[in-house]
């Protein structure tokens, strides 16, 4: 159980690609470092203007790099790079830095439960575009606040939940993120289901104002779906292979991403 836990925050982005929510319900444990590196792709054939569904397509093609550490059994932080390939362009997009804290933990007689919180920012690390369907982001500086409810049976099963706030420094509009997952998590395998639901506060349409358009006022909401699978190859190493499909929305891309990678477990102590 101890190596399985270090792979369950996977994929971490901070545009409308493939998301399962900014923390996990697991912890690292002092000392600990899990890294993965991921790469996939979105095929998604259809968006959404506003709110109408329109054939406008594209395929992404997208990676990550991602590394979590336990600085205390209750303390994590962890820190992502994700980039893409889009429009023939490899572009890096917002690097982000996540904190997360047990505040609570009560153990029954086959279960427990744990109540955690996390606080995170991300910003650009790159002048990638924001004019065309083709952009990665919305070039948006964003602190992040979350809180998150964990139960767990001993028999691996799990529910999670988590919301909170996602204040971005620009004139992007602010938004509240809703994350529910459910898996198993055992020493030989790990597997998964989310969904993951975003709404916008406010903010203009795709093609709402007359040209020059500011891309980075528009509003995006979603509703996604999507699970992970994970086998151990070892005792420190292992593969994952994960699916999202996103389902409508509000200017957002509809359709499925695919993705794999490679994860590594360290200990620092």
Known sequence: MKKIVGILFLLLFSTEGISQGKIDGFYRGFGNLSTSFGLGFEDTPNYFIGTERSDIGRT???????????????FDINA??????SNEKLRTQDVSLFLKYRLYKIDFESSKLEIS????????????????????????????????IHYQWNTGWFLTFQSGFSFKLEE??????????AGRA??????????????????????????PQNFKEIGVDYHKAGGTLYRPLGQDFGIYASF????????????????????YDFSLK
């Not at 990676?63 to 979590?68: E, I, L, N, R």
């Not at 989310?194 to 093609?207: A, E, K, L, P, T």
């Open 60 to 74: 992404l093609f997208f990676g990550s790099a991602y590394a979590a550490y336990g600085i205390t059994p209750d």
């Open 80 to 85: 992502s790079l994700p980039f893409f390939v």
């Open 117 to 148: 919180s996390g606080l995170g920012f991300s910003t650009p690390i790159s002048d990638y575009e924001t004019g065309g369907l083709n952009d990665i982001g919305q070039k948006a500086t964003i602190l992040e606040t979350r809180g998150m």
């Open 172 to 181: 992007v509009p602010n938004s509240l993120p809703i994350t529910f997952k």
């Open 186 to 211: 055992l020493s030989n395998w790990y597997y998964d289901v989310w969904y993951d639901y975003q709404q916008s506060f406010g903010g203009i349409d795709y093609r709402e104002t007359p040209p």
């Open 244 to 263: 999202s499909y996103t389902i409508s929305g509000r200017n957002v891309f509809q359709g499925a991403g695919y993705g794999i990678g490679l994860v």
